[in-house]
């Protein structure tokens, strides 16, 4: 049987859906593979092109007798282009997703429409801020002190040996991890090489980005995701004809298509949002790896608190471990204090704020310093429920509770559903039907009842729409404009306010009764970075953390900033339970609008990859965490294996039974490898 491949010949991408079929000559039936670079004849003079193999299949789509040959495999030096392409293609064979949604993701196709400049915009945005005055060094080169030079020696006396390895810079918080960056990138632009930063989406606002545009200036590259894809285009014909030569932006600008890239860092490398949520489902940080290896450069993954995945594979050698144990200038890691907030409620305190907590603000506040205080979001939503019957509103299209806000309107987080709150328990009747306000407004209200006179600003969802939001928050809060900022995860991350003295975390352990294995280390890392916050300036911080579960280890871990002891825990659970990294994790979701086509879907797969033979543990089918949102059902299997490779073939399996079954109309079919969130 002959085998036909769907190439694309035009490799400049534009045109990425149009593809053209070819017959695999025999002698090439064993090389050719998605992601291949190709030879073949084009039009009727059978002019030679370059062309770019997307799949594979044994079905002609036209007359077989009229599909030509590919010439031969493309040999000699591999452009920046075809780097890409091949990184598509490792892209969709690990995270499953067609070549087509790969090609995509990492080559943004050019769009028509041009805005002009506003990344200028944004620099002189950042230029204006009030923190400009404070940190002028932040220009200069500060001496770095013995644990910066010798991780930074490390990396760069390997990179001039010709060694490419994968770092993680594991620093505690305020230890000096971004300098530690602008020396590798210093080093870089003298050796004409380019770096690519990638940062958390949430911690792009002015003060990092101001740190690399104070230093680099205009090599710097901003990109974030207010950018229009003019703009973002635009950037990317800067990056690519070598007028700039840094980048720093969230996960996509990984693809950025820098032809002498020397170096990738991902700061805070074990944030959640490194790993994408829609198809294909990439995770940053081992794309980066694979990137880099393709382009010849190395990997700096730096975090206080690194992923349990990452520090296990520092331990076994896979990573090469650097560690900065203190903060700069001896300042003091904060004292940190739990407050078991069982013995507050046994005392007759009903109020979010302990005793303690509330003597150490009124302290600061007397002092005429700055408090942070800090509600992990998750599971702090202001739920309605009926005390008699205790039925709970919830969304008429989503399986999830409805929150509630102060206007009196009920909203879902799922769908954006808005109605407004009944007086009477539509299930029976009874009007004793109440719930609590969305957990940073609720806050606020009873922080001001306790202190009159304070100055407060709030940072969440909904005080930051629109383009500045975060910013005008920050800037005002950095020039004292406040006395105390409440926020939820938004305001842990990267911020320096060096007159906060105090941090207050309101009830600590909310992520941890989450039905989800990352539970645990999620909230350490919270909490850790939480903690951070305070005592970064001259005066030394406290941390007060609340909590439910004082003698859980994840938050006695964060309070004692040891992230080893946390470690050793956590890894011990995983193996327990067979959990990543002890064994990979591939979810496949069946969704419908119809419950019935989406349940025989998950039980036609299920039927298929169990009879498949490999070593794997399967959980289900069963209904998703959240079992339906805007009207979707969602239906689930866990597959667990030690070897990513058999996951990476069931979902081959699995596709192509998807691909032929008329069972699956009407539903959409995804793959989620070590999946970030339960679903
Ligand atoms: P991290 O990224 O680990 O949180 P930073 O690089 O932001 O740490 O450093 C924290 C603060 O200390 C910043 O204000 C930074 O400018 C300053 N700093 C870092 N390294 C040094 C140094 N070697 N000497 C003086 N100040 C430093
Ligand atoms: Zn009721
Ligand atoms: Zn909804």
Redesign the pocket.
Known sequence: MDLYADIIVDISLKQLDKTFQYRVPKDLVSLVSPGSLVNVPFGNGGRMIEGVVLSLSDVPKIDASKIKDIDSMKKGAVSAEEQMISLAAWISRNYGSTMIQALKTVMPVKKAVRKRGKAEDYEVEADASPLRGRCPEGADEVALNPAQNTAADKILSDYNNGERKTYLLHGVTGSGKTEVYMRLIEEMLKKGKETIVLIPEIALTYQTVNRFTARFKDEVLIMHSRLSAGERYEQFEDAREGRKKIMVGPRSALFTPFKNLGLIIIDEEHEQSYKSEQVPRYHARETAIERARLSNASVVLGSATPAVESYEKALTGEYTLLELPERVMERNLPECEIIDLRSELKRGNRSMIGKKLHESIQDRLDKKEQVMLFLNRRGMIGSVSCRACGHVIK????D?P?TLHRNRMLT??????IESAKPLCPKCGSKYIGGFKAGTEKVEESVQKMFPNAKILRMDADTTKGKTGHETILKKFASHKADILIGTQMIVKGHDFPNVTLVGILAADLSLNENDYRGAERTFQLLTQAAGRAGRGDTPGAVIIQTYQPEHYAVTCAAAQDYKGFFEKEIAYRKLGSYPPASHLLLIMVTSQREAKADTGIGLIYEHITKLPSKCDFYGPMDANVKK??DTYRKIIYIKSKDYNHLVNIKDRAEDLVKDFPAFRDTLVYFDFDPMSGF
């Open positions: 969304c008429p299209h989503c999830v409805m879902c987080h799922y769908c954006g559903h949102i805007a």
